[in-house]
């Protein structure tokens, strides 16, 4: 199926928004002219092509079942541009659809909304997850060379640590490397983290 040109901005039966943008621009051109309007459906990308003062000169239609697939995954990708605006081509087997943003993070963002709209994949969650837990993964090697250092200069440790009695079982708590009693037995427990 081609791209349907229209008249008028409309939705189909069972079709809803999913993202808006009034701010777009067509073509590489660094002229900064974004009058156009780009939205994003559960059907469709649609392009809102507007004159200088507004008006609506066209509506361009590209179904989502036509994007070009690789690997699964829809071909909406960051085109080349300057380093601030946002570039981005979707390909189609009868064209390629150039947008210009105003950011370049405004294109990310219409990127993962295509990915999430065109296969059900949260990209940017699954993204923001990778993220969180590499920055766990370096906050954990940070603690522990933080917690190297102090035991290779001999500077005691300060952190609370709970754990069991060796002997009984029982919960005791102190500072991680010193000598605890335990109350219930009398047994002595060098504090290590459980």
Not at 48 to 60: M, N, R, S
Not at 105 to 118: K, P, R, T
Not at 125 to 148: H, I, P, W, Y
């Amino acid at each position: 199926m081609a791209k349907e040109v229209e008249s008028e901005f409309k939705l189909l039966p069972e079709e809803a928004v999913i993202l808006r943008n009034d701010k777009v621009g067509t073509g590489s051109s660094i002229l900064p002219v974004r009058s156009d309007e780009l939205v994003l459906t559960n059907q469709a990308l649609i392009h809102i092509k507007k004159e200088l003062f507004g008006k609506v000169k066209e509506v361009v239609r590209y179904p989502l079942v036509d994007i070009c697939m690789s690997g699964g995954k829809p071909q909406a990708v960051l085109g080349n541009g300057d380093n601030v605006s946002g570039f981005l081509d979707v390909y189609f087997p009868y064209e390629t659809a150039h947008f210009k943003m105003e950011w370049k993070s405004d294109a990310e963002d219409w990127i993962d909304a295509i990915i999430f709209a065109v296969t059900g994949e949260d990209v940017k969650a699954k993204r923001e997850q990778e993220d969180f837990q590499k920055l766990m993964n370096f906050a954990e090697s940070v603690t522990g060379t933080v917690n190297g250092m102090k035991k290779a200069f001999g500077i005691k440790s300060t952190e609370q640590v709970a754990c069991k009695c060796s002997s009984c079982g029982a919960s005791i708590s102190g500072i991680e490397d010193e000598v605890v009693v335990c109350p219930f037995c009398g047994t002595s427990n060098k504090m290590r983290a459980c």
